[in-house]
């Protein structure tokens, strides 16, 4: 059984939209990370998430991009308003206290027109 | 943060041992090293890590090298679904709130019935 989904799988909007990426875990976590990965192209790192804050972040993650959990479970990646070039696998990450592997959700596709 | 160096491609028959490489020259004293795997379509997989000894679990092996500047993913019967893009990622141990991962492009395995 999987550790953490992720919904939708697929989303499809036009440029300039906001869009919200969400992620389910199964049990409790306590730390979040966002990851994308263009076609074709490498995994990149974007947040991670502690403690209901942002720990770390990189360059990709502008303005633009926002993280929260906002009722203790989901955590959520928000996209205010979207660019061709975001158009990319977006996956969720979790990790087990002080355990070191990632488990990361199956990925939703996110397609800006 | 210290580079790997991996092969981009290699080839295995079903059932026979696998053993991807790779070089990491720059490690430091605090960095572990990681194993994830994607296989096509689907998130990131952790599949195995360790620091200076060599490791095994149910789904692979680990050798570290004496001078940890290299090491070696073992895979002991390759299966068809053994077939993924194998990451080696250098991790540092500060914890689960900033242990992002950093891909490269890593080794896309093909495995021959």
């Known amino acids: 059984e999987p550790e953490v989904t992720q919904t939708p799988s697929h989303q499809v909007t036009q440029m300039g939209q906001e869009v919200i990426l969400r992620c389910v875990p199964i049990?409790?976590?306590?730390?979040f990370y966002w990851y994308r990965q263009i076609l074709g192209q490498k995994v990149e790192f974007l947040v991670s998430?502690?403690?209901?804050?942002?720990?770390?972040k990189s360059e990709i993650f502008d303005d633009q991009f926002s993280v929260e959990r906002p009722d203790g479970s989901n955590f959520t990646l928000k996209i205010r308003s979207t660019k061709l070039e975001d158009s990319a696998m977006y996956f969720c990450?979790?990790?087990?206290?002080?355990?070191?592997?990632?488990?990361f959700g199956p990925g939703t596709r996110l397609t800006v027109t | 943060d210290a580079k790997t160096t991996q092969p981009n491609s290699m080839e295995s028959n079903e059932e026979e041992p696998v053993h991807l490489p790779c070089n990491h020259s720059t490690i430091s004293g605090t960095d572990y090293i990681h194993w994830y795997r994607q296989l096509p379509s689907q998130g990131p997989e952790y599949v195995i890590h360790g620091l200076t000894s060599n490791v095994n679990n149910r789904m692979a092996s680990l050798a570290i090298a004496e001078d940890r500047k290299s090491s070696t993913l073992i895979l002991h019967r390759a299966t068809l679904r053994d077939a993924a893009v194998y990451y080696c990622?250098?991790?540092?141990?500060?914890?689960?709130?900033?242990?992002?991962?950093?891909f490269g492009t890593g080794t896309l395995l093909a495995v021959q019935p």
């Open positions: 998430f502690y403690n209901n804050e942002i720990s770390e």
């Open positions: 049990s409790n976590h306590l730390y």
């Open positions: 990450a979790i990790t087990r206290d002080i355990s070191y592997e990632q488990y």
């Open positions: 990622i250098l991790n540092r141990n500060y914890g689960g709130a900033t242990n992002k991962l950093i």
